[in-house]
């Protein structure tokens, strides 16, 4: 168990929808990141967050959104869901102060969504 | 920009022997760490190694253990007397240090372990 915990575990919803997934790190870390694992894919950096502000922006579409809240929390926000859309969706916590070393990104056994 | 290239899409190995994962690497960084990640049927992440940039000597850890040629910019894998669960999907990866961190991920490398 990495600490890192993310809800729902599955989703099945149609085309055109919007979901959100949640997810929360291990205790401590600051920084969150989003990833998308798409069938027989590598994994896509999405965003990073670090203590509520956005870090890092990778290929993430305009469709989909994400916020660190002041607890710390993550949530990423998917609308207008296409099929393509369906994808395993891993949140990753690290603890990750500006310039650190020694840093180890963990990972939480992800979400996957199905759009039909 | 962060990329990384694993050339080999799948490797299969026997138990017991020692087979090496290829990865390489292009940052503009000068200040970064790698990492390599075991996804399982189960597809959870596992880190199994990592290895900062600026140290010389390659991480090593129980079976496993990196090739690591900063000037190549080559973070190989290797897994020695290999078992049947080291069969996975593997994943090399490099991130910058500092206030983004962004792990960047190859495509990974399919390994199979046949008895």
């Known amino acids: 168990d990495s600490g890192v915990t993310q809800t729902p575990k599955h989703l099945i919803t149609a085309t055109g929808q919007r979901v959100t997934l949640r997810c929360s790190p291990r205790?401590?870390?600051?920084?969150v990141y989003w990833y998308q694992q798409s069938l027989d894919q590598g994994l896509q950096f999405l965003i990073q967050?670090?203590?509520?502000?956005?870090?890092a922006k990778g290929n993430i579409l305009e469709r989909f959104s994400a916020q660190q809240f002041p607890d710390l929390h993550s949530e990423l926000n998917l609308s207008s869901l296409e099929l393509g859309d369906s994808a395993l969706y891993f949140c990753a916590s690290s603890f990750n102060p500006p310039g650190s070393s020694g840093n180890t990104i963990y990972f939480g056994e992800g979400s996957w969504l199905t759009v039909v | 920009a962060q990329t990384v290239t694993q050339s080999q899409p799948e490797m299969s190995v026997q138990e017991a022997e020692t087979v090496t994962l290829s990865c390489t690497y292009d940052t503009s960084e000068s200040d970064y760490y790698l990492f390599w990640y075991k996804q399982p049927p189960s597809r959870q992440m596992i880190l199994v190694i990592r290895?900062?940039?600026?140290?010389?000597q390659n991480a090593t850890e129980n079976r496993f253990s990196v090739n690591f040629q900063k000037a190549a910019k080559s973070f190989s894998l290797k897994i020695s007397d290999s078992q049947l669960g080291d069969a996975a999907m593997y994943f090399c990866?490099?991130?910058?240090?500092?206030?983004?961190?962004?792990?960047?991920f190859g495509k990974g490398t399919k390994l199979t372990v046949n008895p």
């Open positions: 967050y670090y203590n509520g502000e956005e870090r």
């Open positions: 990866g490099d991130a910058m240090k500092g206030g983004s961190e962004k792990l960047v």
């Open positions: 205790s401590g870390d600051l920084s």
């Open positions: 290895q900062e940039a600026y140290k010389q």
